[in-house]
Each structure stands twice: as C-alpha cells, then as structure tokens.
T-cell receptor, first 113, second 115 residues
Framework: DGGITQSPKYLFRKEGQNVTLSCEQN?????MYWYRQDPGQGLRLIYY???????QKGDIAEGYSVSREKKESFPLTVTSAQKNPTAFYLC????????????FGPGTRLTVL | AQSVSQHNHHVILSEAASLELGCNYS??????LFWYVQYPGQHLQLLLK??????LVKGIKGFEAEFIKSKFSFNLRKPSVQWSDTAEYFC?????????????FGAGTRLAVHP
C-alpha cells in the first residue's frame, strides 16, 4: 500500500532534549511538508522540501530543523530551542508544485514533560 | 497576510440535519481551494477540491462546496448528516502569488453528530 508513515505515534520527552520525528513516503512524491497542529489553530507549516537535498522554512521554523537526504524521507528534529514543543505533528507529501492535493501521514503527538 | 477563516469552531447537529460550514479567505487573486476532514483517530484526508470550472464541486460521502469568488467563500454543505460525519473539518487555500504557493489552513471546525 502506498502512503505516508510517521513514527512514533506518541512521543514523550523531557524539557531540554532534542527529539527527531520520522516521516517516510512510498508515493514517489517530490515534495514533502511538516505541519504543526494545535487546538483551534489549524495546521501551520514548519518546513517544506520541494526536492531532495533542498528545503525551506515555513511560517514557524524557529526551534526546528529538517533534512532531505532521500526522496522518501523527511525527518523533523524538535530542538530544545523550541519554546512550546508539545503538539501534534503532521507530515505530508505531494507531487510538487504545491498547487495540488497533499497527502497526510497519521501524525505524531509529542509531549514534552 | 493571506488567511483563511472558518466561522464556527464547534457545531453540534442531530442526524439528518443539514450542514453548512463557512469558509472565507483573504486573497484577491487566483486560488485553489480544499476541504480536508480528520475523522477521530484517522489521517487528514481530502474531502473535495476546486481548481477551476464549475464552482459547485462534489466530494466524497455526499459533501459539496460552492466557490463564490465575489464573496471569497468556499462553504461546505451536506443535506443530511450522519453520525459517521463526526470529525474535524479544515478549509485550506493555495493563493497563487508568485514564488512558492503555500497551502494555508483555517482553524478547523469540530462537528459532532448525535444519533
């Protein structure tokens, strides 16, 4: 089955620790995205990558970092510099151009204690 | 800055009631429009989309939406809701403004349908 996988589903970390969220897709999509979902705020774009080895900051990139070394993988690191990291994180992908439908993964709920 | 407004944050309906969820965006140029749905415990998935052509678009599960350019609106409708429509609904817009065309989401509307 083609799709996007995110792991883990739930993640708990202590304050001050960096944590990396995994996102893998087997849809052969060029573009991948990371969003943060908070209650009552919808989805906000953290980072996006339109092609391998290239990525750009979204609206709320501070305290986050990404890499795109392989087409199918786009891991997100939540660093200790992120002031309010507890949230639901969604990864998405599409064929590129950002004009069409994005396909979403199941999400990772990160709780920082 | 471009934005998307969803008028209702929470909606509670009984089964068989009609549904209309409002969505307005703030951009005067060309747009692509989407409604996404997030059922409890499931992935965010596309309900319907509008790129061009007939402004009344039909999606999955009996949903439809109407693009009214003069009102910058893309309201979602369903004539008769079911308990299984309980979910969170997100309106999203891609404004074509040159450079990277970003998908902008509204805050979402939580719909609860009671049997």
């Amino acid at each position: 089955d083609g799709g996007i996988t995110q792991s883990p589903k739930y993640l708990f970390r202590k304050e001050g620790q960096n944590v990396t969220l995994s996102c893998e897709q087997n849809l052969n999509h060029d573009a991948m995205y990371w969003y943060r979902q908070d209650p009552g705020q919808g989805l906000r774009l953290i980072y996006y990558s339109q092609i391998v080895n290239d990525f750009q900051k979204g609206d709320i990139a501070e305290g986050y970092s990404v890499s795109r070394e392989k087409k199918e993988s786009f891991p997100l690191t939540v660093t200790s510099a992120q002031k309010n990291p507890t949230a639901f994180y969604l990864c998405a992908s599409n064929e590129g151009g950002a004009s069409g439908e994005q396909f979403f993964g199941p999400g990772t709920r990160l709780t920082v204690l | 800055a471009q934005s998307v407004s969803q008028h209702n944050h929470h909606v509670i309906l009984s089964e068989a009631a009609s549904l209309e969820l409002g969505c307005n965006y703030s951009y005067g140029g060309t747009v692509n429009l989407f409604w996404y749905v997030q059922y409890p415990g499931q992935h965010l998935q596309l309900l319907l989309k509008y790129f061009s052509g007939d402004p009344l678009v039909k999606g999955i599960k009996g949903f439809e939406a109407e693009f009214i350019k003069s009102k910058f609106s893309f309201n979602l409708r369903k004539p008769s809701v079911q308990w299984s429509d309980t979910a969170e609904y997100f309106c999203a817009v891609i404004p074509f403004s040159g450079g990277y065309n970003k998908l902008i989401f509204g805050a979402g509307t939580r719909l609860a349908v009671h049997p």
